[in-house]
C-alpha cells in the first residue's frame, strides 16, 4: 500500500519552533522528489518547500525563505520540515506530497499547524 503519514502538528505560539516529518511507504522513496503544502481555512492548497530525490536541491516559497527547512533522509524514507520564527499566517493543515516523473504522485493526510498566542 502507497502510505505518507505527516506527524508533528502541534499548537505554538508565535515565534516558536516546530518540526514536521513524513514517512513513506509503498513506493521507492529515492525516486521521488517531496514536498510540503499547506491550506488554511478559505484559500488554497499552496506549495511550501520542495526537494529533489538525492537533496540536492531544495525551494521554497517566498513567505518561508529563512525561517523554513525542507530535508530528507532516504535511508528512513522520510521527509522533515523545519518550522521556525512561527506566525500566525502559519497556521494551516501541512501536506506532504510525492512526485515521481510523469503523473505519479502521493499525498498524505495532513497534520494541523496552529500558531497562536
Known amino acids: 500500500q502507497v502510505q505518507l503519514v505527516e506527524s508533528g502538528g502541534a499548537l505554538v505560539q508565535p515565534g516558536g519552533s516546530l518540526r514536521l516529518s513524513c514517512t513513506a511507504s509503498?513506493?521507492?522513496?529515492?525516486?521521488?522528489?517531496m514536498s510540503w503544502y499547506r491550506q488554511a481555512p478559505g484559500k488554497e492548497r499552496e506549495l511550501v518547500a520542495s526537494?529533489?530525490?538525492?537533496?540536492?536541491?531544495?525551494n521554497y516559497a517566498n513567505s518561508v525563505k529563512g525561517r523554513f527547512a525542507i530535508s530528507r533522509d532516504n535511508a528512513k524514507n522520510t521527509v522533515y520540515l523545519q518550522m521556525s520564527s512561527l506566525k500566525p499566517e502559519d497556521t494551516a493543515v501541512y501536506y506532504c506530497?510525492?512526485?515521481?516523473?510523469?503523473?505519479?504522485?502521493?499525498w498524505g493526510q495532513g497534520t494541523q499547524v496552529t500558531v497562536s498566542s
Open positions: 509503498g513506493f521507492t522513496f529515492s525516486n521521488y522528489a
Open positions: 526537494i529533489t530525490s538525492v537533496g540536492g536541491y531544495r
Open positions: 506530497k510525492a512526485d515521481a516523473r510523469g503523473n505519479t504522485s502521493h
